[in-house]
């Protein structure tokens, strides 16, 4: 059974950083891409960054390049998420995703599983 539980969300200030962690069990983590999605309230679900299974090829959005950058362990089975330079419009329900496939894919379509998700708040 696939689980996804994401950790490391809170309030924090504009400019401020966080780390977001995905812990994964229950398949061959190291073998699928794995993805960071968003959803603001009133918001469609929106990409934010994807790293392939081996973690040579990372893919972002073009308003988090720059400031966030995605990285995994597959030793311990973990993807994580380094955000900086938080602003008010980064705060959502932050969702780590297992690829269907082993690369960087931007569309949703291509995970098949979900984390509960973790909340990001920034404050202005």
């Known amino acids: 059974q696939v689980q996804l539980v994401e950790s490391g969300g809170g309030l924090v200030q504009a400019g401020g950083s966080l780390r977001l962690s995905c812990a994964a069990s229950?398949?061959?983590?190291?073998?699928?891409?794995m993805a960071w999605f968003r959803q603001a309230p009133g918001k469609e679900r929106e990409f934010v960054a994807a790293?392939?299974?081996?973690?040579?090829?990372?893919n972002y959005a073009d308003f988090v390049k720059g400031r966030f950058t995605i990285s995994r362990d597959n030793a311990k089975n973990t993807v994580y998420l380094q955000m900086n330079s938080l602003q008010p419009e980064d705060a959502a329900i932050y969702y780590c995703?297992?690829?269907?496939?082993?690369?960087?894919?931007?569309?949703?379509?291509?995970?098949?599983?979900w984390g509960q998700g973790t909340q990001v708040t920034v404050s202005s």
């Open positions: 229950g398949w061959s983590f190291s073998r699928y891409a």
């Open positions: 790293i392939s299974y081996a973690g040579s090829n990372t």
């Open positions: 995703a297992q690829g269907k496939v082993p690369y960087a894919l931007t569309n949703a379509v291509n995970y098949s599983s």
